[in-house]
């Protein structure tokens, strides 16, 4: 089993992706010199060039919308939103554009384009740095939305969502990057339409994703010295979201009691 | 005979009334001339016809009806009254469109309207009795085929000055 | 390169059966609105003609296009086929975009015709980004992206030019200037009305044409692609021009005059060109009268056409909420 940080596990699917296909180039607020505000893309720029990691001015309409067109054009870009705080700048695109031109062309257009954006409270960033989002994203049609809560979908999830013909939005919740965990070295890769059971329990469900999975695995052992058995969903996705695992692990419980 | 019907003109627009006809009874009308003025709830609108023939049968203004209503009728381009009768206007309860022409107010909209009849009036002239407060239709015009002129305004300006200069005086 | 474009009789009976196409269509389409077979809003292009027509005419066919909602001049100048516009526009599944986008959003993946935007400014962006993408794939490629004098105010105008100009990509930003964003006197709106001087901003070329005269802006589109393509810079085209027909078809043009309107009208472009051409003996009457025949056939027969489709089954609402491959380049 390898260790590594949930940042860590970003940036290798990064460069996974960056190594696998030319198509694909990274676009964004600091991604390059700067080596990204999370150090996700750290020392991509010298590796991959000004071409593959691109740093944008501050422009998030603007370069997301070129996101957008540069999918429906040919590549495959990871356009880097910052933070979902700023993410409200380039809603339009995301919304008007990205989600809904597949239906508007009647078909003719899919749009191949991933957004990365970190999200989430707790470190004291104060009011408009400090939203999640991602409730909101997961309610409009035309986007898959993300949301890693683990090493491991850290690290593979992207690969899935490069390959998704759909704009897919991945939330990196800012308390995981400093996250370690484990990684198994053979998994290759993993779905992106599933939800996962990461500890199995009879007395209480506790359905959560990004950061509130390691929360609610946490609170399953306080729990277990109390004599009580809780079971972890984690919700993976939250567009489309897998009704059928929500069901199955209430009505498991149900039938428990 | 082809029935000329209320046009949509917007995707909320659910009824109309005809605040003016720009044709009569018995005109040649053709695709595209632009036959009425119609009041929505945005304001008055031109409305084109897309029918060629002679337009007969035109409903009275002023009355709220919905989108697809028949506002008049056209008959084929080789109708004449005789064969057809005598030239209709709406039923003889209803004021006839020559009447209601003169009672009808100002539109708020700049819209000026064009028409057989139409007092020709220029730009400029326009421009200073609208400044003025005044309607130019109701000037007499001194320019080519009685036409409006600047100069037509600025002498009613100076008649009515005078009048009320007069009154002034008469009333001291 | 010398900016004389030659307008022998071919190629100026082509422009005004061009510009003539659109304007007839344009007629169509009010009739067909006013009886409630096309639905929605309805934005004509009537006056501005000589702006599709002569950029399309510069452009090739490897070339992308973004335009606004006011775009069907800009999809037959482009080629998108008539039958599948008006179908489109009566929303029936044979449109060219299954009656899904209506008259707002035309998009035709053949003709590399990315829109029918109807967030003004909304295209902008895309382009750029359509541009990043030729330029790497398909270099040689420019993309022309129009857009009204109303999104010179919105954000994306300047975040995409300022892209379009720091990372040297192939735009051709035209700015179809009418002098109205709906109600809104360009005076009003813009603190500077030389939209063409904005580029100056951005370190960007530019130039501003009398889009009333159809052959001036046959030339200026023809100089403005060519600079775009041989020098692999953005470009912003200014166009000036008039819309005869109001912004919409719920529209009481409160904001201009009558006047002003007629005004404008005596500049059309269509006009122009065929009376110039009269004199220049071009075209006679009765080339003139072939012309709007075949024009009116054509037309007719779009109607048919679409009168005589479909609309999608109830069954494919779902269809392409989400796709299941990246059409544009996958076909199966």
Request: with cysteine.
């Amino acid at each position: 089993m390898n260790t590594m940080t949930y940042r860590e596990a970003c940036r290798q699917a990064i460069r996974d992706a960056l190594l696998a296909d030319p198509r694909c180039f990274v676009m964004g607020e600091d991604v390059g010199k700067y080596g990204g505000c999370y150090a996700v893309t750290k020392e991509l720029l010298d590796e991959f060039g000004p071409q593959r990691i691109v740093d944008t001015p501050l422009a998030e309409n603007g370069f997301t919308g070129a996101g957008i067109g540069a999918a429906l054009a040919g590549l495959r870009p990871i356009v880097e939103i910052m933070t979902c705080n700023f993410s409200l700048l380039a809603l339009d695109q995301i919304l008007n554009n990205a989600a809904t031109l597949s239906h508007m062309s009647g078909g003719q257009f899919a749009v191949p384009l991933v957004i990365r954006m970190a999200t989430g409270g707790g470190r004291q960033l104060a009011a408009q740095h400090s939203h999640s989002l991602e409730g909101w994203y997961a309610h409009i049609p035309g986007l898959k939305v993300l949301a890693p809560g683990t090493v491991e979908d850290a690290r593979h999830m992207l690969a899935a969502a490069l390959n998704d013909p759909n704009p897919v939005l991945i939330f990196e919740h800012i308390v995981l990057y400093n996250m370690e965990g484990e990684l198994d070295p053979v998994l290759g890769a993993v779905d992106i339409d599933r939800a996962a059971l990461r500890r199995s329990g009879s007395d209480v469900s506790l359905i959560s994703y990004g950061l509130g999975v390691s929360k609610c695995l946490a609170a399953a052992e306080a729990l277990a010295n109390e004599g009580l058995s809780a079971e972890v969903l984690d919700l993976r996705v939250l567009r489309p979201l897998d009704h059928a695992a929500i069901l199955a692990t209430v009505r498991a419980l149900l039938r428990s009691t | 005979m082809a029935d000329f019907l209320m046009p949509a003109l917007g995707a909320d627009m659910e009824t109309g009334k005809v605040v003016q006809w720009l044709v009569q009874p018995g005109a040649r009308v053709k695709s595209g001339d632009v036959v009425a003025v119609v009041e929505t709830h945005k304001g008055a609108i031109d409305v084109e016809i897309f029918l060629d023939g002679v337009i007969d049968q035109l409903v009275p203004l002023d009355q709220e009806l919905p989108v697809g209503a028949v506002l008049a009728q056209v008959q084929p381009q080789d109708y004449t009254m005789a064969q057809g009768g005598e030239a209709r206007t709406a039923p003889a309860s209803e004021p006839t469109i020559a009447t209601v022409l003169q009672q009808i107010a100002v539109p708020t909209v700049a819209v000026i309207p064009p028409g057989p009849g139409r007092v020709r009036v220029s730009p400029a002239a326009r421009r200073r009795a609208q400044t003025l407060g005044l309607r130019p239709d109701g000037l007499s015009g001194s320019g080519a085929n009685g036409a409006v002129t600047l100069a037509d305004v600025e002498a009613e300006l100076t008649r009515r000055e005078g009048t009320s200069g007069i009154a002034e005086k008469a009333a001291r | 390169m010398s900016g004389k474009l030659t307008l022998d009789r071919a190629h100026g009976q082509r422009l005004f059966r061009q510009m003539l196409r659109i304007r007839r269509f344009e007629l169509r389409c009010v009739a067909l609105y006013q009886a409630q077979r096309i639905r929605g809003f309805l934005h004509l292009y009537d006056g501005e003609e000589p702006v599709a027509v002569g950029v399309m005419r510069a452009l090739q066919a490897s070339d992308a296009v973004v335009a606004t909602y006011r775009e069907h001049g800009q999809a037959l100048a482009r080629g998108v086929p008539m039958n599948a516009l008006m179908a489109e526009m009566l929303g029936k599944v044979q449109g060219c975009c299954h009656g899904r986008g209506g008259s707002m959003h035309v998009f035709d993946r053949e003709r590399r015709f990315f829109g029918g935007n109807a967030i003004v400014g909304g295209g902008l962006p895309l382009a750029v980004g359509i541009a990043m993408a030729d330029k790497r794939l398909r270099p040689g490629a420019i993309t022309a992206c129009f857009f009204g004098e109303g999104a010179v105010a919105e954000g994306a105008f300047h975040e995409s030019l300022n892209l379009a100009a720091i990372w040297r990509l192939p735009v051709l930003f035209v700015c179809e200037n009418n002098r109205y964003a709906m109600g809104v006197p360009l005076q009003d709106a813009e603190s500077q009305t030389e939209v063409y001087r904005k580029a100056e901003a951005y370190r960007m070329a530019s130039a501003q044409v009398d889009a009333m005269d159809p052959v001036a802006m046959a030339v200026a589109a023809h100089q403005a692609v060519a600079q775009v393509r041989t020098g692999a810079a953005p470009f912003l085209l200014e166009c000036r021009t008039y819309r005869f027909r109001a912004h919409s078809m719920f529209d009481t043009q409160a904001y201009r005059t009558r006047e002003e309107v007629e005004d404008w009208k005596r500049r059309d472009p269509i006009e122009r060109l065929r009376l110039w051409m009269h004199d220049n003996h071009l075209i006679d009457a009765d080339a003139q009268a072939a012309i709007m025949a075949e024009v009116d056939a054509e037309i007719d027969a779009a109607v048919a056409f679409a009168e005589a489709g479909t609309p999608e089954p109830v069954e494919a609402l779902e269809d392409f909420v989400l796709m299941d491959r990246v059409v544009q380049e996958q076909a199966t």
